[in-house]
């Protein structure tokens, strides 16, 4: 699966998550304590604010609750422009609450918070800077611009001006801190699961492939006699009806199409049954099949296989599950993409392991990336050569991250790293200079697999819908 197809994906991640009834209910809360916290600075601590404004302030978040609850259905999925203009009003309507019981002066004020981080954490970052601005802007009004709290005696409950400075400057740092860190987070979040979806994707696909590739081989196993039953008596036929050319070209005709049905189901099938002996194949068989689509692409691939105690190669076998499979192909179409000329792929297997090593001659892995090789969605600025040989390249790292995740699924250890260090300037066209993976993988996880195999012709298996 390609890096590109996800790109609009990444794009719009952070659009139409919020349903609308979810706004309703927070704001519906935030008018609750609103109200509790009028109602206690009037009647238990008997202070002096300007109560019916207040209640003015709160009405008008009720009444444009009331609007959107009768206008929208309440599962309406809201576009960014339209949460982004709720949450501002949000923090209008606090500050102007704010703004007539002490400002800043007001513990309360902290609450200002609250939208900035919900803009973080369902907004993209232009509308999430936006809305952290408007915080701020409001919040440095609130420290000039307010109206006392009085007590019961008259007296002004306020802050010293040391403190209210404070609260300013704690006020500004944390809606730059919440605003980042949360949007930081859930921008990792999401990254992270529509990774992990194209991951599923790409294995449902290679699943559904290889189930396919089965229930075809096995139609071509269990067709196999009756269409050599078939070729049988239309040659007997066609024996018998020398003499009566109308009958003869029928016969004929019965006897090509049984070729044409068998070389179809031959083209389609590369087995017979369900054979339990082709889940697993030998180490150069599946790195083969796995490089297969990218042998001819005008690169070379050199494919090595042999056994640290010298035993033979060939006599180890690996499942061909479609994880592995999968996985090796974009690891091997990474190193063709980015090779000068000649990708080696090393297989070396002992008694406890099996290692993989695929290096091309390419320019290697950026150093300032390395340590980041298998996150999603990572990207670095082209340069212009770059852009020149790889025009279509996307660069997300997706890719990577797929193949990584995949073959961790099966138990392996991935490495990546550079075979020449970053200073060598010699040519590096035919050498082992580029990028180098290791895939390592110990072999007794492979064993109850490698037993089953022994047993011969499994039932075949339906194609999963």
């Not at 309703?24 to 008018?31: D, E, S, V």
């Not at 949007?183 to 290679?206: G, K, P």
């Not at 036929?237 to 049984?258: F, G, K, N, T, V």
């Not at 320019?363 to 990207?379: C, K, Q």
């Amino acid at each position: 699966m390609s890096d590109s197809s996800f790109t609009v994906i990444s794009k719009a991640r952070r659009s139409n998550l919020v349903r609308l009834r979810t706004l309703i209910l927070l704001r519906w809360i935030a008018i609750l304590g609103q109200i509790i916290a009028i109602a206690a600075a009037q009647f238990l601590f008997e202070l002096q604010i300007e109560t019916g404004a207040g209640v003015m302030v709160v009405g008008a978040a009720v009444i444009a609750n009331l609007v959107a609850i009768f206008i929208y259905p309440e599962s309406k999925r809201l576009q960014e422009h339209e949460v982004a203009a709720m949450l501002l009003f949000d923090i209008g309507q606090l500050s102007l609450l704010l703004f007539l019981t002490g400002g800043l002066h007001n513990p309360f004020a902290l609450l200002i918070l609250a939208p900035v981080t919900i803009a973080a954490t369902v907004l993209r970052l232009k509308s999430t800077l936006f809305v952290g601005a408007a915080a701020i802007l409001f919040v440095s009004l609130l420290a000039v611009f307010h109206l006392p709290i009085l007590d019961a005696a008259g007296q002004v409950l306020e802050s010293p001006r040391i403190f209210l400075f404070g609260s300013w400057v704690a006020m500004v740092v944390g809606v730059g801190f919440l605003g980042i860190y949360s949007w930081r987070v859930t921008s990792e979040i999401h990254s992270m699961s529509e990774a992990f979806l194209a991951t599923q994707m790409a294995l449902s696909r290679e699943q559904k492939l290889t189930d396919l590739g089965g229930v075809v081989a096995a139609a071509a196993h269990e067709l196999g006699t009756p269409l050599a039953t078939i070729k049988l008596v239309s040659s007997e036929l066609m024996e018998d009806l020398r003499d009566r050319p109308e009958l003869l070209a029928d016969a004929q005709l019965i006897h090509q199409q049984s070729d044409r049905c068998r070389d179809i189901l031959r083209s389609m099938g590369r087995a017979g049954k369900d054979d339990l002996h082709l889940r697993v194949a030998p180490l150069e068989t599946v790195i083969r099949e796995a490089a297969e689509p990218h042998m001819e692409r005008g690169k070379e691939v050199l494919i090595d296989v042999f056994s640290e105690d010298d035993t033979g190669a060939g006599q180890m076998l690996l499942p061909r599950r479609p994880e592995i499979i999968h996985g090796l192909r974009n690891l091997i179409q990474n190193a063709v993409d980015f090779a000068a000329s000649t990708v080696w792929i090393d297989a070396i297997w002992s008694a406890d392991t099996i290692e993989l090593r695929i290096v091309d001659d390419g320019p290697g892995y950026p150093v300032t990336l390395i340590g980041r090789i298998g996150d999603p969605f990572m990207r670095q600025r082209k340069s212009r050569s770059a852009q020149n040989t790889r025009p279509q390249y996307e660069g997300m790292g997706l890719g990577l991250f797929i193949a990584k995740t995949l073959l961790e699924r099966s138990g392996a250890e991935l490495t990546f790293a550079n075979a020449s260090d970053a200073r060598d300037l010699t040519p590096r066209i035919g050498r082992r200079s580029g990028a180098l993976i290791e895939i390592r993988w110990a072999r007794s996880l492979f064993a109850k697999e490698l037993a089953d195999s022994s047993t011969g012709l499994g039932e075949n298996r339906p194609i999963k819908a």
